[in-house]
Nanobody, 118 residues
């Protein structure tokens, strides 16, 4: 059974930093991409950052220059270093891993709350 376990969320003041971690267990076939999404109250879930094939990164415009995604492919773990946090970064952050080729899959973590106070 595949399980994604997130950690590292919490409460931080504006301008501070947090590092999120997500460890995927039960993965048999290597993922095509791992990433982080977030959902703020009353808003749709949005992509924050992703890494494809362990190398190509993609960021939402709102976090470019502040957040850095990295991965450890051997451990099926993905990290999100968040610096210069802003109150608008407050959301539940979800880890995701997906595979585009056969056999495809798309798994989500339970989410971790990030709250940035002004």
């Amino acid at each position: 059974q595949v399980q994604l376990v997130e950690s590292g969320g919490g409460l931080v003041q504006a301008g501070g930093s947090l590092r999120l971690s997500c460890a995927a267990s039960g993965i048999i076939f290597r993922p095509s991409a791992m990433g982080w999404y977030r959902q703020a109250p009353g808003k749709q879930r949005e992509l924050v950052a992703s890494v494809t094939d362990g190398a190509t990164t993609n960021y939402a415009d709102s976090v470019k220059g502040r957040f850095t995604i990295s991965s450890d492919n051997a451990k099926n773990t993905v990290y999100l270093q968040m610096n210069s946090l802003k109150p608008e970064d407050t959301a539940v952050y979800y880890c995701n891993t997906k595979r585009f080729v056969i056999p495809p899959y798309d798994y989500w973590g339970q989410g971790t709350q990030v709250t940035v106070s002004s």
